[in-house]
């Protein structure tokens, strides 16, 4: 009876709220009721998408704000009219709607509000548009777990994906977000699996999407992190950066647990190592200037006390600046200190915790400021100190234009780039897109330097820099017409044709020796780059970055008509006699249900795959007829001829051309 009644009353208090929720969803505001609670808050309100249907079937979610513990709510889905009403424990809360499921709207999410009394707000989610696809393991088969897909806006930070996450049977997910926008996609596995975080810097989504991707394994870093008693460091954050190019690698897990335990996973290679403890504690952070890593790997750190810094930073007209950035050097050798929280809070504040010693500290404004850094040294640092460091205004001028394309309609989303002359050491540019009819309006540092024309990766548009620019004063560079090419989808391999990563491609015209200017000229992960240059005839180079190590491959005199996919094979030689075919292990092997026997050829050549039992007698035969130079990945599928499953055992498979011949051995179990 007692439920009944509590039913009965809800149905009464949804009934009298529903009116006057109808009458505030023509706004998009939020209203306090009148009447105040201090045993409990209750939100309502309709959910409803931007043509006035109701979103049937919305979840909410409520995390409290100061430790983002997610409260249990029951009831909290929206109904046939798009109606929902929760009652939490007074406190201020994190709240996020997420449309049904496989839904074309994108989720929303309101920080901090004040649910100390009541609150009816209306909500209207957006339509969007769908990223779709599966996320394969390293061999090629959906993976069967969960792997959470984090999605950044390049412009606006995290876009909220209540459903980014796989299906843990069949490796498929479903996000939804904005149109018309650049985002970093990141695919995170859960932790305890040997597999990296693997990672789409940028990529613009203005229709419905499929991008399948697939995780590669790495290696192991494992350890502990204490405090000088012995006591565990928990929350200490890790991070990895490449030492050839400083890049920061994603990390699926990158803080210590509760026991001061740690693991991440990341690709052989010599790294930074860097332990920062959590902001607020007065422990000095370690880093390992030069690990390498070749094989699962144990580092074990101590975190000592250190002496707190308290730095602010202020323009001249006082007003404190925010995200501007400290940097530490120790005096006596010159050595950059690495201090983790060293950008500045909205009071223009940033804590340093520094072991005792003398030192140089320098203000840096924030990225795109148009302010001039701030030098202290020889500080000798003993105990607790204040510092204070002052900005002043530093000169930069503001360029203008439209891109356009070569029938004058303007083009949108065109990066406007610029570095150097003529050291081409890349420069902050401030407004840096055109908007969607083309026109840019960008603020660029004073002297001279090189304006680039950067399309999207992929475009048809192929990117033009306007050199050797002496810019003193506000300038217009007039209408900017960019011409279409052919598009270049480059690999990069080596001999046994894994992916190089990090390699840059250079065109130079074969005629005239003049560089291409390629605007996203670096192989990705997956030893790809993709771009677009005029036709005709170059010479191709590729070379890998300072520092990486490796061969450089060019190839001269290479005519380019048509869209064209090219395969390097770096260190492969180029005499006649060289080896043609190169042939993989399977994987996986064993295999129950579907098998890949991945081939490099590194001549064009006529290509068969055949594959025998144990008494010679063939099971299947492919014959793929010429094949250009390239990586190939046939499968199996462990069916003969006829499309008959093969037994249980042992086979062997044989690769063939005309000047060469290969064979291995796989194991197929039922």
Do not use: C
Not at 201 to 208: A, F, G, M, T
């Amino acid at each position: 009876m007692k439920n009944v009644i509590k039913r009965l009353s809800l149905t009464v208090i949804q009934n009298a709220l529903r009116p006057m929720a109808s009458a505030l969803a023509m706004t998009a505001g939020i209203v306090v009721s009148a009447t105040p609670t201090t045993q409990a808050a209750t939100l309502t309100g309709f959910v409803k998408d931007k043509a006035g249907a109701p979103v049937i079937g919305g979840d909410l979610d409520f995390d409290r704000a100061f430790d983002n513990l997610r409260i249990f709510t029951p009831g909290d889905n929206t109904d046939i009219n798009g109606f929902y009403s929760v009652t939490v424990a007074p406190n201020i809360y994190h709240v996020s709607f997420a449309p049904p499921l496989k839904s074309h709207l994108v989720g929303k999410k309101f920080f901090n509000l004040d649910l100390r009394v009541g609150i009816i707000l209306p909500v209207v989610l957006d339509s969007g548009v769908v990223i779709t696809g599966t996320v394969t393991d390293s061999t090629g088969l959906p993976f069967l777990g969960v792997v959470n897909i984090d999605v950044d806006s390049l412009g606006g930070g995290r876009v909220y994906t209540p459903a980014g996450k796989t299906d843990s049977l069949t490796g498929k997910y479903w996000v939804v977000v904005p149109r018309y926008d650049k985002y970093r996609l990141r695919f995170k596995p859960p932790v305890g699996v040997n597999l990296q975080l693997g990672q789409i810097d940028s990529i613009s989504i203005q229709s419905d999407t499929v991008i399948n991707f697939s995780l590669i394994s790495g290696i192991a870093i494992s350890g502990t992190v204490t405090e000088t008693n012995g006591s565990p460091a928990p929350l200490t954050q890790l991070s990895l950066k490449r030492i050839i190019d400083g890049v920061k690698l994603p990390l699926t897990n990158n803080k210590s647990d509760s026991l001061g335990d740690y693991s991440i996973i990341a690709p052989a290679g010599a790294y930074t190592l860097q332990f920062a403890p959590p902001r607020g504690q007065p422990l000095v952070a370690v880093a390992f200037d030069s690990v390498t890593i070749s094989a699962d790997t144990v580092v074990n750190v101590t975190l000592t006390s250190g002496i707190i810094v308290n730095a602010t930073i202020i323009d001249i007209d006082g007003i404190p600046l925010q995200n501007a950035d400290m940097d530490v050097t120790r005096e006596s050798d010159l050595v950059r200190l690495f201090t983790p929280h060293d950008k500045t809070d909205s009071n223009g504040l940033a804590v340093l915790i520094l072991p005792p010693d003398i030192y140089e500290f320098k203000a840096d404004p924030p990225l795109g400021q148009l302010l001039d850094k701030s030098v202290i040294r020889n500080i000798n640092i003993s105990i607790d100190t204040a510092l204070s460091f002052t900005l002043n205004n530093l000169s930069r001028i503001t360029v203008t234009g439209r891109i356009v394309d070569m029938q004058g309609n303007g083009l949108p989303n065109i990066e406007i780039a610029a570095r150097t002359y003529p050291e081409q050491i890349p420069l902050t540019v401030k407004r840096q897109f055109s908007d969607s009819l083309g026109f840019f309006n960008s603020a660029v540092p004073i002297g001279s330097i090189d304006v680039l024309i950067a399309p999207p990766r992929g475009s048809r548009y192929f990117g033009k820099p306007l050199t050797n620019l002496t810019l003193i004063a506000d300038s217009s560079l007039g209408t900017i017409a960019l011409e279409q090419g052919i598009i270049v989808n480059a690999h990069i391999l080596n001999q046994i044709g894994d992916p190089e990563t990090d390699y840059k491609l250079r065109f130079n015209n074969s005629q005239s020796n003049a560089e291409q200017y390629l605007p996203h000229d670096t192989t990705n992960i997956f030893g790809q780059a993709l771009v677009t240059i005029p036709s005709g005839q170059y010479s191709v180079t590729a070379l890998p970055q300072i520092g990486l190590g490796g061969d450089t491959l060019i190839l001269d005199s290479i005519a380019f008509n048509n869209d064209t996919s090219l395969t390097l094979v770096i260190g492969a030689s180029s005499s006649a006699d060289s080896e043609t075919l190169i042939l993989r292990q399977n994987f996986p092997n064993p295999f129950n249900s579907a098998t890949r026997m991945p081939y490099l050829l590194n001549k064009a050549a006529n290509v068969t795959l055949a594959i025998y039992n144990v008494l010679g007698q063939t099971v299947r035969n492919y014959d793929f007829g010429l094949q250009d130079p390239g990586y190939y990945t046939p499968t199996w599928d462990g069916a003969d001829t006829n499309g008959s499953p093969v037994a249980s055992g042992v086979y062997f498979y044989r690769l063939q051309t005309e000047t060469s011949e290969t064979t291995r051995t796989m194991l197929f179990i039922r």
